[in-house]
């Protein structure tokens, strides 16, 4: 296990639900990360907190809607997706993210698989 | 645009046999480098990263990396494939934005399937 953990593993919704993701992180370290991974597409970082901070949000929708309210906890709220916005959704952390951006080793939780239908 | 190339998009090689994963880089200035893998229904892992210094990079699960700065290559070698070696394997890059603060960027990633 690599010490972040992600909640559910799978999720399935409407476009008209509003879903959370879970992230909790057991490493310590004071950044996280919630990044996107389509098939065919290299992965897209959405957002950066450091701690706590949120230093980076990549022009995501509004419908995705990060909270950060520790170091150890990350949230992604779903609202009103659309079905383009299936697909595996992961959570990394790492010891820090140095002002927005990190060089650093990064640790990935297992993701949840989102179906917008 | 700087981007990450991973010209290969499945891999396969018999057990026991040497294995490579290629990857190629277009990023400016001396970017750090890394490999990640995916097993299934999992994250990705860190596997190792070059920073500076020997060109060739030791990691984890008996993997190695060689830098080659005037091809601008990483790619990524294993002496001997073992059936548990089949995975997704990702290459990424540091690259400098506009605010001067290191972005990673991402390869599409070589599934490679190590046959027994």
């Known amino acids: 296990e690599t010490g972040v953990t992600q909640t559910p593993r799978h999720l399935v919704m409407g476009m008209t639900n509003k879903k959370s993701l879970k992230c909790e992180q057991h490493?310590?370290?004071?950044?996280m990360y919630w990044y996107k991974q389509s098939a065919k597409k290299p992965l897209e970082l959405m957002f950066v907190y450091n701690f706590k901070e949120q230093t980076e949000n990549n022009s995501v929708p509004s419908r995705f809607s990060p909270e950060c309210p520790n170091s150890s906890h990350l949230f992604l709220h779903l609202h009103t997706l659309q079905p383009e916005d299936s697909a595996l959704y992961l959570c990394?952390?790492?010891?820090?993210?140095?002002?927005?951006?990190?060089?650093?080793?990064?640790?990935f939780g297992s993701g949840t698989q989102l179906s917008v239908l | 645009a700087q981007s990450v190339a991973q010209p290969e998009d499945q891999v396969n090689v018999a057990e026991g046999n040497p294995l490579t994963v290629k990857c190629t880089y277009s990023?400016?200035?001396?970017?750090?480098l890394f490999w990640y893998v995916q097993y299934p229904n999992r994250g990705l892992q860190f596997l190792l990263k070059y920073i500076t210094g020997d060109n060739l990079v030791k990691g984890s699960y008996g993997f190695e990396a060689e830098f080659n700065k005037s091809q601008t290559s990483f790619h990524l070698k294993k002496p001997s494939a073992l059936v548990s070696d089949s995975a997704l394997y990702f290459c990424?890059?540091?690259?400098?934005?506009?605010?001067?603060?290191?972005?990673?960027?991402w390869g599409l990633g070589t599934s490679l399937a190590v046959n027994p």
């Open positions: 990394a952390s790492s010891q820090d993210a140095g002002g927005g951006t990190t060089n650093e080793k990064l640790f």
């Open positions: 490493l310590g370290h004071n950044a």
């Open positions: 990424a890059a540091t690259r400098y934005n506009a605010g001067n603060n290191r972005k990673l960027i």
């Open positions: 990023v400016s200035g001396n970017p750090y």
